[in-house]
């Protein structure tokens, strides 16, 4: 075989290397959002949250599973909380451990 045969067919070759190795290096990279980063977009949505901004609630997350704790003044703001954790990208789920303070449990049938 001739050096020129063996450029002949070694063309090919190399151009389908320079072909894959260009579709890797144009692939974007996976968005990772990291649990700090989680924490200070729920953390902020909450601060700015009328109903929630004056509440001590602590936000934790791990691998984008939030947990919600702390005390809030109504079942509505803790639905608040958890729909505000849950808007936040990356969140894989929301526990909610807050607890309501402030209200009285009421029992059926009581005063009649």
Known sequence: MNLSMLLILSI?????SFTACSLVKGKPAP?????????????????KDLQLMFLKIKV????GN??????VTSKEAELQAVRLAQSSSGVVSVRSSLVIIG?????TGEGK
């Open 31 to 47: 968005k990772t959002i990291d649990d700090q980063m989680i924490v200070a977009d729920i953390d902020r949505k909450i601060k």
């Open 60 to 63: 934790e997350s791990r691998q």
């Open 12 to 16: 090919p070759l190399l151009s389908i």
């Open 66 to 71: 939030v947990t919600l704790s702390g005390e």
């Open 103 to 107: 209200e009285t449990p009421t029992k």
